[in-house]
């Protein structure tokens, strides 16, 4: 049996509903538990709602480096399961208040895109509770299209106000 090669990727997570910091470390463990490799968090940042559905509470986020030989769609069914098990409606509004959101970002050098995910993630570049999270792993990030996140960090952006809430996860 050959192993299959690893990528670093990053993995977002956010959270407006219960114990927020709390559901994305039982999502850390969950990840681990399925054998994805989680080797670093970012601190937790706190956000207002952004998108369709502004009035809900706040959101923590968090950004998490992975290693992981896992093919793209495997990693999000995995994520997909996670945010389940922890309460997700799967069929509730999209930018709607959630226990966990859990979306794969960046894989290593992989551009690749389907029904179900692209790789970077489409919104990646436009979204500073993305961005600041991804920053602190990674100041030097840069896209596998070849776009850097501090560059595009640096573009203000309205009704985007990102703060520090608290420690990494880990």
């Known amino acids: 049996m050959t192993d299959r090669p690893t990528r670093v990727g990053y993995l977002g997570f956010g959270s407006n509903m219960g114990d927020r910091r709390g559901n994305m470390e039982e999502g850390i463990r969950l990840l681990r538990e399925r054998g994805v490799e989680v080797e670093a968090s ?8 952004v998108g369709e559905i502004l009035d809900q509470p706040d959101f923590f986020n968090a950004c998490v480096t992975v290693n992981t030989a896992l093919e793209p769609e495997d990693l999000l069914d995995i994520v997909k399961q996670i945010e389940l098990d922890l309460g997700r409606d799967p069929n509730g509004p999209r930018h709607g208040p959630r226990p966990l959101d859990i979306d794969v970002l ?6 690749f895109s389907s029904e179900r995910l692209d790789i970077p993630h489409r919104e990646v570049l436009s979204r500073r509770f993305v961005m600041a999270p991804m920053l602190e792993l990674d100041p030097d990030l840069v896209t596998a299209k ?11 952006r309205e009704n985007q106000d990102v703060r520090v809430a608290g420690p990494p996860l880990f």
């Open 42 to 49: 970012s601190s937790v940042w706190e956000t207002e709602p």
């Open 146 to 156: 070849g776009e850097s996140v501090a560059q595009a960090f640096a573009i203000p």
């Open 106 to 111: 960046h894989l290593g050098d992989l551009v």
